[in-house]
C-alpha cells in the first residue's frame, strides 16, 4: 500500500543556487500526483529530495522536514533505507548495460543480500507483469540484456526494477518524455493501473500528460510552489494568475 | 544555380571525397606497415629454428647446438605472474579509488600526479630502484625481485584506464543503482566497475603486453638463468633477457634462437591477450555496453 507524503518548510541548494525555496505539500496516499512548471523551476529536485538523491551531489544541501509515512526521512533514516521505500523512475530509462533483463529486474534485491533463488523468480515475474512488460520478454529473461530492449521496453523494465524492492512511493522524473507517443501511453495506462498499490509522483513536461493521469497537480515556478490543488481545479479555474498563464501557454 | 555548374561543382566534392579517402587508407597501411614488417620479419627468421626441443629444453653451452628456451618461457611466465598479482589488483583498486571516491580532493589529485610521473619513470631506472630496494638486502638476483619490477610498472596504466573507463560509465546508472537504495560501495563494485568491466580489463592486458616485453628492469633483478629454475628466491630467466644476451652474441647459433624467441614472445602475448578476451567476454553481457 501507499503511505502519504507530507512536507514542510523544505528548501534545497546547489552550491549558492537555491533551487527550492519553502515548500509545504501533502502529497495523498494511492493517488497520482504530477508536478508541472518551466525547465530549471525545481521539480525535479523537489522529487529527488523524497528519496534523498539530491544530497548525492557533493554540493548540494536541503533543510526542512519530509515525512513519508511515519517516517521523518531526514532525521529518522539513512538514504539507502529511505530509497528502498521511495522507488525512482528517471527522465532516461537507464537499466544496467551489463546485466540480462532478469538481473536488472532482481538487482535491488540481489544488491542488497537478498538471494532466495525461488522467491527472486516470483518477485521478477510479478513485478515484469505489473509493468506490462511480461508478455514481451518473458522468453529472454536472462538470455537478452537490458540494453538490447527498445526505449518503451527499458523505461518499463526500469519501472519493473523499482517495483522489485517493493516501495511504498514511485517517483517518476518524466518517465517518458524519451518516448515515442505508443510507449508514451502504455507507461500512463501503467501509472493508472499502480496507484491502487503505490503513492505516484509524477514529474512531468507535457501538460496534457499531468491531466490524463494525474488526480492532483503542483505548479512550480522559480523554485516555489504557486498552486497546489486537485488536476480539474488546476486545468479549468486555477487560483493564481501565474499558474493560469502557464497552463494557458503565454510562458515556460 | 545553371545545370553546368551545379555539375561542376558536384564533381568538385566527389573529387575532394576520393582524396580525403584515399589519404585516410593510406595513413592506415602507414600504421599497420611497421607491425607486419616486423612480424613477417620474426616469422621469417624465427620459424625455422622453431622445433620441440625450443619449448622443452634449457639453452645449451656454446658450441653445442641444439637447446632451448623452456626455461626462459617459464622464468616470463613466473614473473609475469608475480607482476600481474602485483599490478592489476593495486592498479585497479587505485583507479577506482580516483573515479569514485577521491573526485575532485587534493589527495586523489596528487595520486594521479605520481601516476603518470611513474608511467613516465624509465624501466631502466625501475630495474635499478628494485635492485636497491629488494636485491642488496637479499644478497642475491631472484625471480621475486624481476616480478616485482614489472608489476609496479603496471600499476600506473592499470590505475589510470580504470579511472578513465569509470568515468565513462553514465552518470544515469549509477543513480539508478542509488535509487534502488544500493549502498554506494556496492554500487560502485557490482555496477559501475562491472559495466566499465571490457575497458578495465583491455587496460590489465594492455599493461601485461607492455611488460612482458621489457628487459631493462629484469637486467638488475631477474638477472637470467641458464639453468631450469622455477624458484622466486632464485635468478630466473625470462624471453627478452634471453633474447638479449643471445642477439648480441657471436654465434650464429644463439642468433637464430634469440629470432625463435621473439618470435615465441610475441605469440605468447597475443595468446594470453586473446584468452583473456575470450573467457571475460562469454555470457549474455558481452553486446552489453
Redesign the interface.
Known amino acids: 500500500m501507499g503511505v502519504g507524503i507530507e512536507v514542510a518548510t523544505l528548501n534545497a541548494w546547489y552550491g549558492t543556487n537555491h533551487t527550492l525555496q519553502d515548500i509545504n505539500l501533502h502529497i495523498p496516499p494511492n493517488h497520482v500526483t504530477a508536478l508541472i512548471g518551466p525547465s530549471g523551476c525545481g521539480k525535479s529536485t523537489f522529487v529527488r529530495c523524497l ?1 534523498r ?1 539530491h544530497e ?1 551531489n ?1 554540493i548540494a544541501r536541503v533543510t526542512g522536514v519530509v515525512r513519508i509515512g511515519d517516517l521523518d526521512i531526514y532525521k529518522d533514516a539513512k538514504p ?6 521511495v ?2 523512475v ?1 527522465q ?1 530509462p ?7 533483463i532478469y538481473d536488472n529486474v532482481a ?2 534485491l540481489k ?2 543480500g537478498y538471494h532466495n533463488r525461488r522467491s527472486l523468480d516470483e518477485i521478477v515475474e510479478r513485478s515484469l507483469k505489473d509493468s506490462a512488460l511480461w508478455g514481451e520478454v518473458k522468453d529472454d529473461l ?4 537490458g ?2 530492449l527498445s526505449g518503451g521496453q527499458q523505461q518499463r523494465l ?1 519501472i519493473a ?2 517495483l522489485a ?1 517493493d516501495p511504498e512511493v514511485l517517483l517518476m522524473d518524466e518517465p517518458a518524455s524519451a518516448l515515442d507517443p505508443v510507449s508514451t501511453s502504455k507507461i500512463e495506462d501503467l501509472i493508472f493501473q499502480l496507484k491502487s498499490q503505490y503513492t505516484i509522483v509524477i514529474v512531468t513536461h507535457n501538460m496534457q500528460q499531468a491531466a490524463r493521469v494525474a488526480e492532483k497537480t503542483g505548479f512550480f515556478l522559480n523554485g516555489r510552489m504557486v498552486e497546489f490543488d486537485s488536476t480539474h481545479k488546476i486545468f479549468t479555474n486555477p487560483s493564481d494568475k501565474r499558474t493560469e498563464d502557464y497552463i494557458t501557454g503565454r510562458f515556460g | 544555380m545553371s545545370r553546368d555548374e551545379f555539375k561542376i561543382r558536384y564533381n568538385m566534392r566527389v573529387l575532394t571525397d576520393h582524396t580525403i579517402t584515399a589519404l585516410a587508407i593510406l595513413a592506415t597501411l602507414i600504421v599497420i606497415a611497421p607491425l607486419l614488417l616486423i612480424f613477417g620479419q620474426v616469422i621469417y627468421k624465427g620459424a625455422s629454428s622453431l622445433n620441440l626441443a625450443f619449448f622443452i629444453r634449457s639453452p645449451k653451452p656454446v658450441g653445442e647446438m641444439g637447446g632451448g628456451m623452456a626455461n626462459a618461457i617459464l622464468g616470463s611466465g613466473i614473473m609475469l605472474g608475480v607482476a600481474s598479482a602485483i599490478g592489476v589488483p593495486i592498479g585497479i583498486g587505485g583507479g577506482i579509488f580516483l573515479a569514485e571516491f577521491g573526485r ?1 580532493t587534493k589527495f586523489a589529485n596528487a595520486i594521479r600526479f605520481t601516476a603518470d610521473v611513474l608511467n613516465g619513470v624509465p624501466s631502466i631506472v625501475m630495474g635499478l630502484a628494485i635492485y636497491s630496494l629488494i636485491v642488496i638486502p637479499q644478497h642475491h638476483f631472484s625471480a621475486l625481485s624481476g616480478g616485482v619490477a614489472l608489476g609496479i610498472m603496471m600499476i600506473p596504466t592499470v590505475c589510470r584506464t580504470t579511472e578513465e573507463m569509470l568515468l565513462m560509465v ?1 552518470h ?2 549509477r ?9 554506494n560501495w ?2 560502485v563494485l ?2 559501475t566497475v ?2 566499465a ?1 571490457p575497458g578495465i580489463i583491455t587496460g590489465c592486458m594492455l599493461a601485461f603486453a607492455r611488460v612482458a616485453g621489457e628487459t631493462a628492469p629484469l637486467i638488475f633483478t631477474a638477472l637470467g638463468n641458464q639453468f631450469w629454475s622455477a624458484s622466486l628466491d632464485q635468478p630466473i630467466a625470462a624471453l627478452p633477457l634471453q633474447i638479449y644476451v643471445y642477439a648480441l652474441s657471436p654465434y650464429d647459433d644463439w642468433h637464430r634462437l634469440a629470432w625463435a624467441g621473439s618470435l615465441v614472445l610475441i605469440v605468447l602475448i597475443v595468446l594470453a591477450v586473446s584468452l583473456v578476451r575470450f573467457v571475460t567476454s562469454r555470457g ?2 558481452k ?3
Open positions: 528519496n538523491l548525492t557533493p539507502v533505507e529511505i530509497r528502498r521505500r522507488g525512482m528517471f532516461r537507464n537499466p544496467f548495460p551489463t546485466m540480462s538487482a535491488g544488491l542488497n536472462k538470455k537478452k540484456s540494453a538490447s526500469c526494477r523499482a524492492v | 575532485g553514465p544515469a546508472v543513480e539508478a543503482a542509488l535509487g534502488l537504495g544500493v549502498p556496492r554500487s557490482s555496477i562491472k559495466t568491466s549474455v553481457l553486446g552489453a555496453s
